[in-house]
């Protein structure tokens, strides 16, 4: 299996995660993309690795079982299923979405980054991604389907990181999944406690606390 | 061998008595000096000899505000002095206890005396008391600096950090820092008054305790606790004043007249002290920081005139 | 290192037990604390007894440097005030700070990670744990100085450290960024010959004099430090003043140390910031009648008297002295240890005298000597030990710069160190000065109000932990030989004087401890004289004929201090108010004087509440919306995007 169709399956699962309303596909999808992404550097051909096997190991388990529990476990307590209305329609969403993508393609293709890679569409697949959380972030109004932007966003991120797998001491990586893992962690009491607050978990109240 | 370690024995003895029993006898004179030329005829020059053994039969009194504290300060000013005395030369005499920067400790010994006594002035809690004290680290602060340069330039001048070396050493004696030297012992003179309370900067014998420094500070104690204040302060002056005389005494021979030298020039200075005190008054307090600054440039400019 | 390792962790963890307990937490925390302090101490002895150095190599592939921690002469001497002021203070907060005191156990989680941080500090010689350590020093600060956040005062004292203090540490990325440059590796080692001189050495001295001095609170930077230490529990001012402003003074030691041939302006500088520091500190303190600000000015002062044994220390590495070197480092380091011990006895007592009178100012104490005689005791050789005198170890550091200073007369064609001696001089008697105001408002006369009437001595868990601070002041001062050694080995860590002279054989210890100890053997005599006589007295105080004097009537803390305030009018610009009685029949008219501080008050106010009115006009990008943040931030990266393609 190449890694080129294991990215262009995370894009896809980008334009898919956009026009979702549902807040458990949502969670799905990323946990599609995560596994995905675990896989891409196995599928790089770089299995001989130590370091890259355990990471690769713990970025399917985080991604793929830690993170979904915890969410899953929010919505049972905030129920919640559905994001009712966004900021950005989903329509314009996708819209956006491919503009973001088309961008990213063009982006990938001036900006002067390390060559010497063989994945073609890797660079331009991390800014994709990353696009997408943002989209995902700033267009969503429920604090659960943001949480899920901004794991999307750590994708993007890790993509790149891909770029200097060979190179990037595990430090750094374990690092990021640290990261990511902590962020979720305290979304997830954030969220809890906008609900008690404002019995709601409906961002926008959040503006009440502006002086 | 035997000879010299007779003779350092009878050096270390001689310093010892001269530095416990002498100092009452230069109140006395100066006292005496005032007299006569005040035309009268004066107490005996012996007579804080007697206060002091009066009040050491005496009972003391002590007001119910104070504390331990009280009794630190006559303790400590005695203290400090006798330890400050055995650093400092008596003449071209040798001197018991002397090693490198011994200079610094023997300032700061001062420094403590003054400190102690400045707190148990204020242990007495009264405002005549606290007045005196304020005036007395005021004034210091200036009289500190003075005695400092002064050691800078003689201690350039003698390559030397201890007393004994900077008052007596070889080089002080030489003409090349004649001038430096006289500056220096202007500054000191300045010095010398304000440490000792007297006149221009504070007058011992007034009565008024508004006007008083180092007078209004001692107030309450009695007894034997003021015997040993004014032990301490005619200590202060057989201390600070070898150090005024010691770079002026010429080196003789024999050890006795380096003995007697001294004896004298302790005697010259008590009676220039008394007719300063005869012919001038004192400063408004207002005009006590001018003249200790003065002290301060005199003392600066020995240390220049040695830069070029 | 092991042990180290060990001390540092039980340190941190102190507070920890605290927090599951009902009772006794504070005793569990100082027990934790004394452990970890004791085989802290033991590991920074060790070493400085001339034991081997002991550094610690993590198997991480990015930090896989040696040196990552080590335990050197240098970070020993500064590791044992930390430790030893920690255990001090874990004590005394057991009942100065009780669970019925608000915050008690973050205050006790807070303190144990300061400590840790601390500890782990000083041992850093690599750019990370040295970061690491530093911003953990800063962050717990911060925590401790709001423990009481319902008072305005605490949280403008907090805020205005948290920004001083991460500006110091953004000139200290860059600092490390120009090490890095320098040396091509994170480890905090030796610099090339040569580099001193050179513009980014410049610019690494600058950077590095601004972080660690802002730290340090060297003058014109120390605008965060007075109302700090003022507005923290008095055992948290006793470890910041005592060993936290510190860590600047390591930092500029540890920087010197990288440094084989510093400039002679270095130096220059360094005494010139130092003789600031000094005078203007003990000049500043002398205004304020806030016990608790009157010690943290104090504190300026001594970071000043420490600026100047390190400037003439460098002085004598840049031009080849070895001897000022011995006796300028040593000097400085010594004072490091002595300052964190009078400092923090001082701080302890203060925080005894606050507790049972219920306020700061001193002209609402007196005669608290009667009452507290352990604490007035205690107050009293802190004072002694602080203005620098005889026989306590003060005097001992304070006696090393000075013989530098006139040891350096004799090496240059211009007298440099002169500034040191009559700073030096000026400094000691501008201190006792103070010192006696602090000691006699506070304790002395009789008493001003009825809180100081009816006050009570402190518990005995708060008596100890100044009883062992005060003692080892004692030891230091009357046996300074017990000390030269450690300090001759910080000191060939420090200089470049590998075969240079030792400290004791340029000053004659054995002489000062004799006379120390013929002076306490006098005054023994004497006091033995005088006990006899000594009566229980019920008579007032010799009142020269004024029938009526009551307590209101003594002199105050700022008439006494008054004569030289006026003298010094012209730095301390001291402001009053109200005063003026006219007309026959005077109405009562209030009176009050402060010396406001020059930099904070005067400097840094006025400018950024101008920054902050222009400030409110950016006002309308902060709509609240979590959105629109994202949004900026979306923003920022497609700029810098096209940016790069561009």
Request: hydrophobic share 55%; glycine share 10%.
């Amino acid at each position: 299996m190449s890694p080129d169709f294991l990215i262009a399956l995370i894009l896809l699962s980008n334009f898919t995660l956009v026009a979702t309303s549902r807040v458990n596909k949502a969670i799905q999808i990323a946990v599609i993309q995560g596994v995905l992404l675990g896989l891409i550097p196995l599928a790089m051909g770089l299995g001989r690795h130590p370091h890259i096997l355990f990471m690769v190991a713990a970025a399917i388990t985080v991604k793929g079982w830690l993170i979904p529990f915890l969410l899953r476990r929010a919505i049972k307590e905030v129920q919640i299923h559905r994001e009712v209305d966004p900021y950005i329609g989903y329509t314009v969403s996708l819209m956006l979405c491919a503009l973001g993508t088309g961008l990213s393609l063009i982006l990938a293709h001036v900006l002067p980054l390390k060559g010497g890679t063989q994945v073609i569409l890797l660079v331009p697949a991390a800014l994709a991604t990353l696009f997408t959380g943002f989209l995902m972030l700033v267009s969503r109004r429920k604090a659960l389907t943001q949480v899920v932007g901004y794991l999307i966003l750590e994708n993007g991120i890790y993509l790149f990181g891909l770029l200097l797998v060979e190179d990037m001491p595990m430090l750094v990586e374990t690092g990021i999944l640290l990261d990511l893992f902590v962020g979720v962690f305290v979304m997830g009491i954030v969220i809890n406690h906008i609900r008690t607050a404002f019995d709601s978990t409906d961002t926008r109240h959040l503006a009440e606390l502006k002086d | 061998m035997s000879q010299s370690l007779l003779s350092l024995t009878i050096q270390w003895v001689l310093h010892l008595l001269t530095l416990l029993l002498l100092p009452p006898l230069i109140p006395g004179l100066i006292n005496k000096v005032k007299a006569v030329l005040a035309g009268r005829s004066g107490p005996p020059v012996f007579q804080l000899y007697y206060d002091l053994a009066k009040l050491a039969r005496k009972r003391a009194v002590f007001s119910r505000t104070t504390t331990w504290v009280f009794l630190a300060g006559p303790i400590g000013t005695v203290a400090a002095g006798l330890v400050a005395g055995l650093m400092v030369p008596f003449g071209h005499t040798g001197t018991p206890l002397a090693f490198e920067g011994d200079v610094i400790l023997f300032a700061y010994l001062f420094g403590l005396a003054r400190f102690l006594t400045v707190l148990s002035a204020l242990d007495t809690g009264s405002s005549f008391e606290g007045m005196g004290a304020a005036r007395e680290v005021a004034f210091s602060a200036l009289a500190e600096p003075a005695l400092f340069l002064g050691f800078a330039a003689l201690a350039k001048a003698s390559s030397s950090l201890s007393l004994s070396t900077m008052l007596l050493g070889a080089g002080v004696g030489s003409g090349r820092i004649a001038g430096p030297l006289i500056l220096v012992l202007v500054g000191w003179a300045i010095v010398f008054l304000t440490e000792n309370a007297r006149i221009p900067v504070d007058d011992p014998n007034t009565h008024l305790e508004l006007t008083m420094i180092h007078e209004v500070m001692v107030l309450d104690h009695s007894g034997r606790p003021l015997a040993l204040v004014l032990y301490g302060a005619s200590l202060k002056l057989l201390v600070l004043g070898a150090l005024l005389l010691d770079p002026l005494l010429p080196r003789a021979p024999q050890a006795w007249q380096n003995w007697l030298g001294f004896w004298v020039g302790l005697g010259v200075l008590a009676v220039a002290v008394g007719l300063v005190e005869s012919m001038t008054a004192r400063f408004r307090m207002t005009k006590v920081p001018q003249f200790l600054i003065a002290g301060i440039l005199a003392s600066a400019f020995a240390f220049l005139l040695l830069l070029v | 290192m092991r042990l180290y390792f060990l001390a540092i962790l039980l340190v941190m963890g102190s507070g920890v037990p605290g927090l599951f307990l009902r009772r006794r937490g504070g005793d569990v925390a100082a027990a934790l604390m004394g452990l970890g302090a004791v085989l802290g101490l033991t590991a920074a002895i060790r070493v400085l007894a001339g034991g081997p150095v002991a550094t610690l190599v993590l198997p991480a592939a990015p930090l896989a440097t040696a040196g990552l921690l080590t335990l050197d002469p240098i970070a020993a001497c500064f590791a044992i005030p930390v430790f030893l002021l920690s255990a001090c203070a874990a004590s005394y907060g057991i009942s100065y700070w009780d669970d019925h005191q608000e915050n008690a156990r973050t205050l006790r989680l807070v303190l144990g990670l300061l400590a840790g941080s601390l500890a782990f500090l000083v041992v850093s010689t690599h750019a990370l744990p040295f970061l690491l350590g530093w911003e953990g020093m800063a962050l717990s600060a911060f925590v401790l100085v709001m423990t009481e956040d319902r008072l305005p005062e605490a949280r403008r004292a907090g805020w205005i450290y948290l920004v001083c203090t991460h500006t110091g540490t953004l000139a200290l990325f860059g600092a490390f960024a120009i090490l890095y440059s320098a040396s091509g590796h994170w480890v905090l080692s030796g610099l090339p010959r040569g580099f001193a001189a050179t513009s980014q050495g410049t610019m690494l001295f600058v950077l590095c004099l601004f972080g660690f001095g802002l730290k340090a609170g060297v003058m014109p930077l120390h605008l965060w430090l007075p109302s700090t230490h003022a507005a923290a529990p008095s055992h948290v001012s006793a470890m910041m003043s005592g060993v936290m402003i510190k860590m600047g003074i390591l930092g500029l030691v540890r920087l010197l140390s990288w440094i084989p041939d510093p400039p002679f302006w270095w130096g220059a500088v360094l005494m010139g910031l130092g003789a600031l520091s000094g005078i203007l500190g003990v000049a500043f303190a002398l205004g304020q009648h806030d016990l608790k600000r009157l010690l943290a000015y104090h504190s300026i002062e001594n970071i000043g008297i420490i600026l100047l044994g390190l400037g003439l220390g460098t002085l004598g590495k840049s031009t080849g002295h070895p001897v000022l070197q011995v006796l300028g480092f040593a000097g400085a380091l010594l004072h490091v240890l002595n300052h964190s011990l009078f400092k923090g006895l001082l701080f302890l007592a203060a925080g005894s005298v606050v507790h049972a009178v219920g306020t700061r100012n001193l002209e609402r104490m007196g005669g608290l000597g009667r009452r507290m005689p352990w604490t007035s005791a205690a107050f009293l050789t802190g004072s002694w030990a602080i203005s620098g005198l005889p026989p306590l170890n003060g005097f001992v550091s304070e006696w090393f710069i000075y013989l530098g200073a006139f040891r350096a007369l004799g090496f240059f064609r211009w007298p440099w160190s002169l500034v040191v001696l009559t700073a030096l001089a000026l400094i000691g008697a501008l201190a006792m000065a103070c010192f006696a105001k602090a000691y006699g408002a506070v304790f002395l006369g009789s008493p001003r109000t009825e809180a100081a009437g009816t006050a009570h001595e402190s518990p005995r868990s708060m008596l100890v932990p100044m009883g062992i601070l005060a003692a080892v002041c004692a030891i230091i001062g009357l046996a300074p030989m017990l000390v030269a050694p450690a300090l001759d080995r910080a000191v060939a860590t420090l200089g470049e004087s590998a075969g240079g002279p030792q400290l004791s054989l340029l000053v004659n210890l054995p002489g000062l401890t004799i006379l120390a100890l013929l002076m306490v053997g006098v005054a023994w005599l004497l006091w033995r004289w005088l006990k006899p006589v000594e009566q229980g007295g019920t008579l007032p105080t010799w009142d020269c004929g004024y029938a009526a004097s009551n307590p209101r009537m003594q002199y105050t803390a700022s008439s006494f201090a008054d004569g030289l305030v006026a003298g010094l009018d012209w730095v301390l610009w001291p402001r009053s108010l109200g005063g003026k009685v006219a007309g026959n029949f005077p109405v009562d008219r209030p009176f009050e004087s402060h010396v406001p501080d020059p930099v904070l008050d005067r400097l840094a106010d006025p400018v950024f509440r101008t920054l902050s009115l222009g400030a409110s006009l950016l006002r309308f990008l902060q709509s609240g919306q979590l959105h629109i943040y994202l949004l900026y931030v979306l923003l920022t990266l497609l700029a810098l995007l096209l940016w790069m393609v561009a």
